[in-house]
């Protein structure tokens, strides 16, 4: 058996919490089954909230990025195409410093178009130790995924960043090249890149790459968590400092933002 250390985290001014529970290893084989926990909020989705994205707000969108290179003859007929997501406040704290009678720290409520989370894996549960190499994945997934039974990446219900071989995985299918094996001791963050409109990953600090892209912005993705075998883990939604620079990643699209707001009809 393993747990998961849990702390509270706030997004979007609404209580995230990953509720504390005991993974089990199933009766077939630690190989060939696991559990996951779901965190119990999605990320921003379009019509978060019952509010869709403002026709000035695509049209910004759209000249950034476009649509798959498709030829798109007008901003209504972009919209019936694909949605996206107004930018969102999502507070999170990117420095603090702590002294003998008091805790001073710096928070960040810029809009933003970046939803992240981090999770840090500290041990093995059962006996202590510290192996280098954990079976543990890292991603999200939507309503349906079977968190009892499987990692995220092995259905068609999630997408995952696997530690054991380093690979991402969505529909139990390897969507990576380059391996970036990871394990005790090490950081690994996941968000989705709503200008990109694509689920990124973290190592440590360092952006790998977005891993899925043209998902879907209507669909509900929730942070999860999996694992085969028994480790402690922390998870992290901005209560405390990233490992990877979110300020910094969310500042290459500020001037997305600041036109969303600029350009909003009200």
């Known amino acids: 058996r393993g747990c998961i250390v849990v702390t509270n985290s706030f997004q ?7 509720v504390k529970k005991n993974l089990r ?6 190989e060939s089954s696991g559990s996951s926990v779901q965190s119990d909020r999605p990320f921003p989705f379009a019509g978060y909230e019952s509010q869709r994205v403002s026709i000035s707000m695509f049209d910004l969108l759209r000249h950034a990025i476009g649509f798959d290179h498709a030829k ?6 972009g919209l019936s195409k694909r949605e996206t997501v107004r930018p ?4 999170y704290v990117y420095e603090q410093n702590y002294t003998e009678h008091e805790a001073h720290l710096k928070i960040d409520v810029t ?3 970046v939803a992240y989370f981090e999770l840090s894996i500290t041990c093995n549960y059962s006996t202590r130790s510290c192996n280098l190499m954990s079976d543990v994945a890292v991603g999200l997934s939507t309503k349906g995924f079977l968190d009892n039974e499987l990692l995220p990446g092995e259905d068609p219900k999630s997408f995952g960043f696997h530690g054991k071989d380093g690979h991402f995985y969505y529909n139990d299918r390897k969507y990576s090249n380059i391996s970036n094996c990871f394990g ?3 950081t690994i ?3 989705i890149d709503y200008v990109q409109q694509s689920i990124f990953f973290t190592l440590n600090g ?7 892209k043209h998902i879907n912005m209507e669909t509900q993705f929730f942070p999860t968590i999996g694992v085969r075998g028994s480790n402690i883990f922390e998870y992290n939604f901005g209560e405390r400092p990233f490992v990877f620079d979110l300020k910094k990643f969310c500042s290459n699209y500020s001037s997305i933002v600041k036109g969303a707001f600029l350009k909003q009809k009200l």
């Open 12 to 18: 979007g001014q609404k209580r995230y919490q990953v």
């Open 25 to 30: 290893t199933n009766s077939l084989s630690s």
């Open 72 to 77: 798109i003859e007008s901003i209504e007929d």
């Open 88 to 91: 969102f406040c999502c507070p």
């Open 111 to 113: 809009p933003r178009l």
């Open 184 to 186: 005790y001791g090490d």
């Open 189 to 191: 963050g996941c968000g």
């Open 206 to 212: 360092k952006f790998l790459t977005h891993a899925f």
